[in-house]
């Protein structure tokens, strides 16, 4: 496909695209003619990955560029390309005391998370929400250590279904496991969110409304 119809194909500008080759995010085209280049099916799924990134996980650019990097990285695993996603999503985590980081790594340890990798930025984003959660007052008494094994729970069982559900034909394919992988994060992690308030709103209406 040409260029124009690789954009309208993702749903980008040609101008978006044309940033994009220039910043070294899409694979070259093949070159059919002095002024003309043909794209396909492994463009049109990194421009979607890039625009799910972008306007979905409001990804900035020089982040992108270390994930294209990692997926074009043959010889780094799948499970290093998951990580550098993650790492690309959510960015820089806030500093933390070494108080709440301990935390955090008893929690993980808790949940028996023992291959997660030691210096993962999320460490600290959960170090950080700890902070947040005994600053208003919770997480010290029986009842928040009881919700927290609750919690622990249900992650590992939604993490062990979704990572469960990556395997399949396409599994060598990096872009299609990558943008798997962003779906679930950003997309339907989006979608957890809605529901669990539709959800509450029904019990806090079982429960107080009457």
């Known amino acids: 496909m040409r260029i124009s119809e690789l954009a309208d194909a993702a749903g980008v500008s040609v101008a978006t695209l044309k940033y994009y080759q ?9 070159k059919v003619a002095a002024r003309l280049a043909e794209y396909d099916d492994t463009h049109l799924r990194r421009l979607r990955l890039l625009r799910v990134l972008r306007e979905v996980g409001e990804v900035p650019v020089e982040r992108l560029r270390s994930l294209v990097e990692a997926v074009e990285d043959a010889d780094a695993s799948v499970h290093d390309v998951f990580g550098v996603a993650c790492d690309a999503l959510h960015g820089a985590p806030p500093e933390t005391g070494p108080d709440l980081r301990a935390m955090a790594d008893a929690l993980i340890e808790q949940a028996g998370w023992d291959r997660v990798r030691p210096g993962s930025p999320d460490r600290d984003h959960l170090a950080a929400l ?7 007052g919770g997480g010290q008494d029986e009842s928040a250590q009881e919700g927290a094994a609750t919690y622990l729970r249900l ?3 939604l993490a062990r279904f979704e990572i469960g559900a990556f395997a399949g034909p396409d599994e060598a394919d990096r872009d299609v496991l990558v943008e798997r992988m962003v779906v679930g994060q950003v997309v339907y992690g989006e979608l957890l969110l809605v529901l669990r308030r539709i959800a509450e709103e029904h019990y806090s209406a079982q429960r107080f409304a009457d």
């Not at 220039?22 to 093949?30: D, I, S, V």
């Not at 700890?130 to 208003?136: K, P």
Request: glycine residues 10%.
């Open 22 to 30: 220039r910043e070294g995010l899409l694979p070259p085209a093949r």
């Open 130 to 136: 700890v902070g947040t959660i005994l600053d208003l």
């Open 155 to 157: 992650v590992d069982e």
